[in-house]
């Protein structure tokens, strides 16, 4: 008996595994883990006038993005 329990045991874990995998796909399990997906690209970098410049950039990300801050010659704006 004790040797049918222990054979049956790896078997019903794989069955849970296969379950949760078939519920919640590949990757569902970790989603919340994964950090979100930001990728900026520099389109096109302007001086159109003495102190003023003008970036454009476009998100290929998923998700929207904030620029919160830039570092430029080593100062922070």
Do not use: C, S
């Amino acid at each position: 008996m004790a040797l049918a329990a222990k054979a049956l045991f790896p078997l019903l874990l794989l069955a849970g595994l296969l379950a949760v995998f078939l519920r919640f796909g590949p990757v569902g399990v970790f989603r919340a883990a994964f950090p979100p997906i930001e990728e900026l690209t520099f389109e096109r970098i302007a001086f159109p006038q003495p102190g003023l410049i003008r970036v454009h950039m476009v998100n290929g990300g998923p998700e929207p993005v904030t620029v919160a801050q830039v570092m430029l010659d080593d100062a922070y704006w």
